[in-house]
């Protein structure tokens, strides 16, 4: 029992801050990196920048979404009940990331392949979308993400209320699984990278169904 | 975590770059060098000298009838006119930004890995339709003593370019060796493959070996390439040591490298990357602007090393229109992508 308590208040004071520095350390590096290549010093974005940026932008976004995924299965493992007050925090990281994605990609690739021209970008990207099945994937999760970045915060919560906002926010399985697609799609040949994105969001989903199954089963549904 | 990257071994410093200047001209500081040696041997004084340096020429001209693979350091070779007006790709950028998947599908993989492969001694089997069949070693199948340097564009189906100065002998020089008959309506190549030396290659990416094809009439085009080296010195592993294929006119992936089999044969050979994905990957291939990937657009590439901010205008037959269009004459080059 004692043990119980510690871990209810464990963290309490400084998770929600080492949280949001973590969360922020890929961009601030990137972002470092960037201010280094354009200064002509020495820097680790290798010889083709945007695509190095592209990737690493997309794997940060993944790689956190799927981290908070796994939020909810921690809790249960553990019993560390403070990591559920990061959650939201952990998802709205992933939003940005793909916002990051989304505009590198138009800035850097659209915009330059259209001769700095708006019009242009915006043709080259209904263009993408309309022909390449991997851009139409990870436009489809990109645009997910928006109403559940908008609804992320506490006010928001509160005026859909607990039921309604759950409901809404169990559309990131389906958004999880666009971008896991979005990955394999985009690579040339039969890569590793998506089958491990893949396999560990299947761990992840799987255990939800395993344990709406068990939940389901049970004569009283316990609360959760 | 990936978000730190230890500097690779071959991201060197700013400082460590050669001055482009002392670079254009190591070949004049070569020959000073080589002079300064002469002149060194005429301080010895006597005939002795005369005798000394006629006999190194003649061992030095007897060496340049049929010279070994070296081993390493710098090859000598002659100059052509095989040239294009924009600059070359930094030489840390050839050897440092490679696809190469038998050693993992990251661009910096191939410079990581790639010194597990052993290249030295290199034979090359040879069979099909052809007069001369059989194992050679790779010596008997370059003349190292011909080579040649070509200054060719290379364009990635990726939609990225680069320039680079390759050391070889022509294509089809070494293909008349073997006498190929008039069944051999195409050639086909094959990559090295081991399971323990190439790491990439434990998960399959492609179905391995790795292999491209020609045309017979492509393969004894002027364009084709055979490269043991570049930037004058020997292939490094990463570039497709110790021989490979370069087709300028040709999205890169069909430019094979390291090659251990070459085929003559009468039908139209399997290619690694249109056993893959065919819509996407053409036996053809040829560079072509107006046949989008179906993923991405073809019509611009990144210059690397170039500005970030440009895109260069990916050209039909990436400018080479004027030595291969003929090749192609009537055919629909939408359709045979």
């Known amino acids: 029992m004692a043990k119980r308590a510690v871990l209810r208040s464990f963290g309490r004071h400084w998770l929600k801050p080492l949280t949001f520095w973590l969360l922020a350390l890929p961009g601030l590096w990137l972002g470092w990196q960037w201010a280094m290549l354009l200064n002509g010093q020495p820097h680790a974005l290798g010889f083709n920048p945007i695509e190095t940026t592209h990737r690493f932008l997309g794997d940060t976004a993944l790689r956190i979404l799927l981290i908070s995924l796994a939020v909810t299965p921690f809790r249960d493992i553990t019993r560390w009940l403070p990591i559920m007050k990061v959650r939201r925090r952990i998802g709205l990281a992933a939003f940005w990331y793909a916002l990051l994605h989304v505009a590198a990609y138009l800035g850097l690739d659209l915009l330059i392949a259209a001769n700095m021209s708006i019009a242009g970008m915006f043709a080259g990207l209904w263009e993408d979308i309309a022909k390449r099945i991997y851009i139409t994937l990870g436009m489809a999760a990109f645009v997910g993400l928006i109403p559940l970045a908008i609804t992320s915060f506490n006010a928001m919560v509160r005026w859909l209320g607990a039921r309604r906002w759950q409901r809404l926010h169990w559309a990131i399985y389906p958004i999880a699984i666009l971008a896991v697609l979005h990955h394999g799609f985009m690579e040339k040949g039969n890569q590793p990278m998506p089958w491990i994105h893949g396999g560990i969001l299947a761990l992840l989903l799987g255990y939800r169904l395993v344990r709406s199954a068990r939940n389901r089963s049970r004569p009283s549904p316990a609360a959760s | ?337």
């Open chain 2, 1 to 337: 975590m990936f978000f730190y990257r230890k500097p690779k071994p071959w991201q060197g410093r700013e400082a460590d770059v050669t001055p482009r200047a002392l670079y254009i001209n190591r070949r004049q500081i070569m020959a000073a060098g080589g002079a300064a040696a002469v002149t060194g041997l005429v301080g010895c004084g006597g005939a002795e000298t005369e005798a000394s340096t006629s006999a190194a020429t003649a061992a030095s001209s007897t060496a340049a009838a049929r010279q070994p693979a070296p081993a390493s350091g710098g090859l000598q070779y002659a100059e052509t006119g095989y040239s294009v007006p924009d600059p070359l790709t930094p030489i840390d950028a050839v050897t440092g930004y490679n696809n190469f998947y038998e050693f993992g599908v990251d661009k910096s993989d191939p410079a990581r890995h790639a010194h597990e492969m052993s290249v030295d001694p290199w034979s090359i089997e040879v069979d099909g339709h052809a007069g001369r069949t059989g194992r050679f070693a790779l010596e008997d199948v370059v003349d190292f003593g011909a080579l040649e340097e070509r200054i060719y564009r290379l364009r990635c189906v990726e939609a990225w370019s680069m320039v680079i100065p390759w050391i070889g002998v022509p294509l089809a020089s070494v293909l008349q060796q073997f006498e190929p008959t008039a069944d051999a309506r195409y050639v086909a190549f094959e990559t090295y493959l081991d399971r323990r030396e190439m790491r990439g290659t434990r998960f399959p990416v492609l179905d391995w070996p790795y292999v491209e094809g020609l045309r017979m009439d492509e393969a004894m085009n002027e364009l084709a390439f055979l490269a043991v080296g570049l930037y004058g010195d020997v292939l490094p592993n990463q570039n497709g040591a110790p021989v490979r294929l370069v087709v300028p006119w040709k999205y890169g992936y069909k430019s094979i490298k390291s090659i251990t089999r070459i085929s003559f044969v009468s039908q139209q050979p399997e290619t690694a990357w249109n056993k893959a994905a065919p819509n996407e990957y053409g036996f053809y291939s040829n560079v072509n602007p107006n046949r989008a990937h179906p993923r991405w657009s073809q019509q611009t590439e990144r210059v690397i090393g170039g500005n970030l901010f440009n895109r260069r205008e990916t050209e039909m037959f990436n400018g080479y229109s004027e030595q291969v269009a003929h090749l192609y004459a009537g055919m629909d080059l939408i359709e045979n992508h």
